[in-house]
């Protein structure tokens, strides 16, 4: 498969995952290094059903 070209970086998939029961989208590495995420990292998920977007972020616990 071949790699995506500079200006669709950022476009990105829905993947069914656990059988259906779950979905799953990639982040970009670079991203992730950026942020300093980690493995098995917890994060906050914010749903805005007005706009249509969810925001990630690092969990405050």
């Known amino acids: 498969m071949p790699r995506r070209k500079i200006e669709n970086k950022n476009v990105r998939s829905l993947n069914k995952t656990s059988n259906g029961k779950s979905y799953a989208i990639t982040i970009p ?3 992730v290094r950026r942020w300093r ?3 098995r990292q917890k994060l906050s998920l914010t749903i805005d059903n007005k706009k ?3 925001v990630v972020e ?3 616990g």
């Open 52 to 54: 249509k977007r969810i």
């Open 37 to 39: 995420w980690k493995n």
């Open 29 to 31: 590495v670079d991203v």
């Open 58 to 60: 690092d969990w405050k």
